[in-house]
């Protein structure tokens, strides 16, 4: 790994374009565009006053500054120099500023949330956006980008409304939430869920479809128990997990299908973990020679990986987080293979946000691990593996202090980057951990970072400047292969839809199915559950399905001309929904009008014999 020069920046601002070409800082009045690779300057443009925040627009055309203190908006363009937009919001104050999806308009929001407001660039009109609630996270952008998703409050009571931004920010419907005091609202990676989820005082998350429906209401606790809430929030890639970590120290996985808690995932602290036994969702170690972990069948043990920061040529009169980058030490990982117990740390009562529960939640890229933190022990990473096999996969303990900022890789499925605020990176994997030094000449520590959108690099930032951390080519790792995805059901039906995958050739074998669960040409046994027989074990054992929901799996005879379009096709899996298709038909059961085709055809074709 190789190291940039350090870059001088006011207040820790660097952020990287959408596409991971240039770098925009902050020096006092000043935003200096460079280019990713070589961090030479680009481009350098003035704002009025100092600035506080820098945002890109999704296509990287645009920048745009924000100036609180005078309550101005300054958006510059890459491809016209020349060209500058201005927004003075004049005495009703700017809290904050996000770009439109279609880089083309950008909101402001007021001091006190007075009024959220929606400038256009390109024809140079203004929308306003009344009654928005009093929360940092009040909107929302669909992943397509076409719809915004608005909390508001009107009446005493909470709404949720939803914009088209492609008909002049038109409000398609308006609803009233079941929450007492909503705080933030989170889409669906697939677009086709909204969750809101209450304040800290209330364990309670909503389900909203995005037609306005109410799916379900889903709380940990009964209605007499007065206990906190969610702290974090976070959709598996495909959205078919989400996972809500609370203050109790547990994080809650619950499926799309009928939005009940399928695990939920125990934090244990001030009791041993030995890695030789594993650990179980629910804080217990997995059962050994067909023993039973509570009700529900488990797994044979699995090992669990277990790092700790190691420094060599560290004094031992000083704590470890005390040291800085000019002592002469160097950092790496350890594998223990003894028992480890995770101390707790005491919250201190008379802050207003002790530092309790689970306060980070990230799914990995492929969605196969899960990595959390517990605010009660700052310093640990919990990694979750959420494939065949629910268990706790990796711990990863670190002396030089809390971990401050985690991100996982966009383009490797599995490789998690993250830092302590110290002058170490530390990077993640399942093969096993590395621990990368910054030059100690830099005197840098590390306290965020950034992937790049390549893969290939890593923006460390620290308060008053920022590098970038360059991965050789052998550092790259190979992908994973898809995760398993369970068709999907029809609720107004409760019809299983059509997924189509193709193949090579007649005889080629069906690797492309889920976890190689290939199917013969006889007809398969019918489904005795909607997710298939492919599932995950610990997805099928906590899944109750109703016993009338059946799927016959048949696999259709193909002819000569079939065959023939069959071959010339690629083999990558292909799950479009389709109602008739000429490959492998994969949780489809044949329809009575084919059958009857088939059986008038064989009945004339006998008739023509005789």
Known sequence: MNFSDVVKVTNGLAVLSSNGIHIASGSQHKVFIRIANTLQIFQIYSCVDIVQNILWSADSLFILTILKHRGIVQIFSLENPDWTCKVDEGSAGLLSAVWSPDSRHFLTTTDFYLRITVWSISEVSVSYLKFPKACANNLAFCPGGRYLALLERRNFQDHLSLFDCRLQWTILWNITLDTDDAVGLVWSPDGRYILVYDNCLRYKASIYSVGGKHLSTYCAYKPTQELLGIKSVSWSPTGQLLALGSYDQKCRLLNDFNWTCLACLKHPVNKPIDPSLGLSPSGR???????????????????????????????????????????????????????????????????????????????????????????????????????????????????????????????????????????????????????????????????????????????????????????????????????????????????????????????????????????????????????????????????????????????????????????????????????LSIGRQAWLAPSPNIKLAKKSATQNTTTTKR
Request: proline share 6%.
């Open 285 to 579: 170690p997995l059962c050994v020679d067909n023993e039973v972990d509570g009700d529900i069948e488990t797994y044979r043990a699995h090992r669990i990986d277990i790092y700790e920061e190691f420094r060599t040529g560290v004094s031992s009169d000083l704590p470890t987080n005390l040291k800085g980058p000019l002592d002469s030490s160097t950092v790496q990982y350890k594998l223990l293979s003894g028992p480890v117990t995770i101390q707790s740390i005491r919250p201190d009562p008379n802050q207003a946000f002790p530092k309790v529960g689970i306060g980070l939640t990230e799914f990995s890229s492929d969605g196969r691990f899960l990595v959390t933190r517990n605010d009660n022990c700052p310093n640990v990473i919990w990694i979750w593996s959420v494939d065949r096999r629910l268990s706790l996969f990796s711990l990863l303990i670190h002396t030089s202090g809390c971990v401050s900022s985690l991100m996982w890789d966009p383009r490797c499925s599995a490789r998690l980057a993250l830092c302590t605020g110290s002058d170490a990176v530390f990077l993640w994997t399942p093969q096993g951990c590395l621990a990368v030094q910054a030059p100690t000449h830099f005197n840098f520590l590390i306290s965020s970072l950034v992937w790049l959108s390549t893969g290939d690099g890593i923006l460390l930032q620290s308060e008053n400047e920022f590098c970038l951390c360059y991965l050789d080519s052998g550092d790259k790792f190979e992908k994973h292969k898809p995760l398993w995805k369970p068709p999907k059901i029809n609720l107004s039906t409760g019809k299983f839809h059509q997924y189509e995958i193709k193949r090579n050739s007649i005889n080629e074998p069906d690797h492309c199915l889920p976890f190689n669960n290939a199917v013969g040409n006889e007809d398969c046994d019918s489904l005795s559950n909607p997710f298939g027989e492919d599932a995950p074990n610990w997805l099928k054992q906590h899944s109750k399905i109703s016993s009338d929901t059946t799927v016959k799996v048949r696999r259709r005879s193909l002819s000569s001309c079939d065959k023939r379009n069959v071959t010339n096709k690629e083999s990558k899996p292909s799950r479009v929904l389709s109602s």
